[in-house]
């Protein structure tokens, strides 16, 4: 199999705190992979090297292959891999319509053009009609970004990162925050989510983690504890001890 998204070695450290600790993680093509830890375990910190906000101290990342270690956030995104965009930096003023439009043409290279070519590319409008279907964002498609339910909001959020065709996708807490009457929207999108897309989902939500993750690596003060599949990682002594706690039901 094939490695979409490699570490290896990684460290990072923020004054004398050592964040991300000697990191080899390998995420293979098509994966659906989650990195989990308890709060403060350095995830955030993971993906911000990933994609390129922070600049590891030592260690490198490979992208399908390649090294990205130096790549600034643009590249790595037009190299194929993409965030999911954290809600407030969506659009507000912005409709669902509008952002995904600008998504895909950003994806093709026109920037702002789109707004002159708005009803004129029939495939363009095609794809984005298809994208706010798939993520259940026709039905408020033209109002304000600003006033959609939070679940909408999150949904977008990961439309928008699906509008770049990413073949590697980094979830980042996609149901955080997210009403228990919306939830099912996410679970369902995320589960939705193209199998040709490599995903690495962060996420809180132990239901979401094991109903979607086939692997599953857990992080400890910076450095991987453990990793396998679902069920192993869940019977895990360290990891009910050390994450989930003795009484975790997973
Ligand atoms: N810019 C920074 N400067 C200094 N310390 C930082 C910085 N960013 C993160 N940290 C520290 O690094 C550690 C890891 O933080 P990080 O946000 O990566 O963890 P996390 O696993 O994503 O946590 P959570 O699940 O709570 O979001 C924490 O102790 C945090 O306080």
Known sequence: MTIALETRSLEKSFGGLRVTRDLSLQVMQGARHALIGPNGAGKTTVINQLTGVLTPNSGRI?????????????????????RTFQINQLYADLSPLETI????????????????????RHDVNAEIAEILSRFHLLDVMTEFTSTLPYGKQRLLE???????????????????????????????????????????????????????????????NGGLLTEGAPDEVARDPQVRAVYLGEAADV
Not at 101 to 120: F, K, N, Y
């Open 101 to 120: 439009g600008l998504a895909v043409s950003e994806r093709m290279g026109r920037g702002g053009d789109w707004w002159r070519r708005m009803g004129t």
């Open 62 to 82: 490979l992208l399908e292959g390649s090294d990205i270690t130096g790549l600034s956030v643009h590249k790595r995104v037009l190299r194929g891999l993409s």
């Open 158 to 220: 990961i439309a928008v990162a699906i509008a770049a065709k990413p073949r590697v996708l980094l979830l980042d807490e996609p149901a955080a925050g997210v009403p228990e009457s919306e939830r099912h929207d996410i679970l369902a999108a995320v589960a939705a989510l193209p199998r040709d897309v490599t995903v690495l989902l962060i996420e809180h939500d132990m239901d979401l983690v094991f109903s979607f993750a086939d692997r599953i690596s857990v992080l400890v």
